[in-house]
């Protein structure tokens, strides 16, 4: 979705159009609004967005697009949000990035930001019930090559508005999916272990200032804390990287291997501890360590102890054992890779997707599978929504409060950064406030987003590798928040 960059040169006469801005506007607006007025005027720009849109499940684009939000990311950077007509119910999302000089440098496709205008609490309604299923079949279940296979639910409050599945969880025996289906959540596991080290916090068994080294000798870095892992700050490199030059794939790798890989061969931070933010899986692979090392039972055990048996997810479990030990779970979704992510050559006759074991170039997915910490958690939809309850109720703290808006961790500087206990966040000035997380592993993509102001959330799983589901969750949310692309100007 990212590699279709376009380098066009764009109007100079002023485009007057009507749409909202998020964060900080400038006069580079006018340029955004000249570059649509392009698109509308030339046919070769909409040609490049048309590949897009096929990939994208829609087999058409046609009218004019029609600027709804612009929104200032960074330093130089925005995101248009456009409405096109001809392509129902569906909004596309162009980065524009500025030089020093406000000259535009590059224009891409990219996804969906979950930027939205700040709305009054929505009321969940027949219609609109009936408006996602609408979208659903219209965008995402259309296609043969391209669908989405997976569940889907809207939380309204405590209260499950909206849940359905579709597809298969084994699709060689064309086992159908279900509310109770387990999916790997891949990096939606790390709320979980951020809550974790938040409970051994309360039961002061920890610090989050407490040096890393406290509870893993030998830790190279003796500098990085403890909420700098949690906080994607650490500066260390990501193991999947370095796991993929250094390991030996006939083997499973395991968190300790991790740690002594880091010992050994100590590789360069990107930069010095809490001066920078960069998402790295490393830091939440360690921190199952610290667990471990501090409560003496395995990171596993410690979830189903503290989180999974007191509230009730009776499905969820890690699932680390999947592959090196040949562990079977009954209602299980296996991850399937589609011929939209691999060449023909892949798939036999009318198959619907192979198992990323037998791609080469997916071998990580075995001698990775062992990690915890940073994915690796199975669950399904009927547990997410008691967790999703347990967060908005904050059952399991006492003294810190997840239930709205989780604290932003802090840069050294004292700049907040928008990442807070194992969630992003959003919170622009005009923006609904947002506190989601994905995961994607090969097979399998997760999305949970918590609008906080309007006590709902949607949760998408899927096990087909479905590249648009940030787009779904999108096409959700909007709907949610009454802002159909139809409607919007």
């Known amino acids: 979705m990212h590699n279709y960059v376009l380098i066009f040169t764009f109007m100079t006469a002023f485009f007057g159009g009507s749409h909202q801005s998020i964060g900080q506007g400038t006069t580079n607006e006018l340029v955004i609004e000249n570059f649509v007025e392009a698109i509308n005027n030339e046919g070769e720009v909409s040609k490049k967005l048309k590949k897009f849109v096929e990939k994208g499940s829609l087999s ?13 990311q960074k330093d130089r950077e925005y995101v248009a949000q456009l409405s096109y007509s001809g392509i129902n119910s569906s909004r596309i999302f162009l980065k524009f990035i500025f030089g020093k000089r406000n000259q535009l440098r590059e224009v891409t496709l990219t996804d969906p930001t979950f930027l939205y205008p700040k709305n009054e609490r929505s009321i969940i309604s027949d219609t609109m019930l ?26 309204d409050r405590e209260e499950t508005v909206f849940s359905e599945c579709y597809g298969y969880a084994n699709f060689g025996e064309k086992l159908p999916l279900n509310d109770s289906t387990l999916f790997d959540i891949a990096s939606c596991a790390k709320q979980f272990t951020a809550l974790v080290v938040l409970l051994l916090e309360e039961q002061n068994k920890l610090s989050l200032s407490d040096l890393v080294t406290k509870y893993l000798p030998g830790f190279p870095y003796e500098a ?26 006939t083997k499973y790798a395991t968190n300790s291997d991790i740690l002594a890989m880091l010992k050994a061969d100590q590789p360069k931070l990107h930069f010095e501890p809490g001066e920078q933010y960069k998402y790295t899986n490393t830091g939440y692979a360690l921190l199952s360590l610290v667990i471990e090392e501090i409560s003496g039972i395995t990171y596993s055990e410690f979830l189903k102890e503290n989180i999974f048996d007191p509230l009730g997810m009776t499905r ?19 991850g399937y890779l589609t011929r939209n992510n691999l060449e023909n050559s892949y798939f036999k006759d009318k ?24 994915g690796n958690i199975s669950s399904n939809l009927k ?5 999703n309850n347990a967060l908005r109720e904050n059952t399991l703290l ?92």
Not at 383 to 387: K, N, S, V
């Open 60 to 72: 058409t684009i046609s009218g004019r697009a029609t600027i709804d939000t612009i929104i200032y």
């Open 316 to 334: 969820t479990r890690v699932y680390n054992t999947r592959r090196s030990q040949q562990e079977i779970l009954k209602n299980y979704a296996y």
């Open 398 to 489: 006492r003294k810190r409060d997840l239930s709205t808006l989780p604290p932003k961790h802090r840069l050294n500087s004292g700049e907040a950064i928008d990442y807070g206990f194992g969630f992003f966040l959003i919170d622009k000035d005009g923006s609904e406030p947002i506190a989601y997380h994905t995961g994607a592993w090969p097979g399998y993509y997760a999305a949970m987003l918590r609008l906080v102001n309007q006590d709902k959330t949607v949760i998408v799983l899927s096990n087909n590798s479905y590249n648009n589901y940030l787009r779904l969750s999108d096409d959700i949310v909007s709907v949610i928040l009454g802002e159909n692309s139809s409607e919007i100007h």
């Open 224 to 249: 990085v804390t403890i909420e700098q892992l949690l906080a994607h700050t650490s500066g260390i490199p990501d193991y999947v990287g370095l796991f993929y030059k250094h390991w030996d794939k």
């Open 130 to 155: 009936a408006r996602i299923d609408e979208v659903l079949y219209q965008q995402h279940l259309n296609d043969s090559v391209n669908r989405f296979n997976g569940c889907l639910m809207v939380i």
């Open 351 to 374: 198959q619907l997707g192979v198992l990323p074991d037998s791609v080469n170039k997916y071998q990580f997915v075995k001698y990775l599978d062992t990690i915890t910490g940073e």
């Open 383 to 387: 547990d997410l929504a008691i967790w």
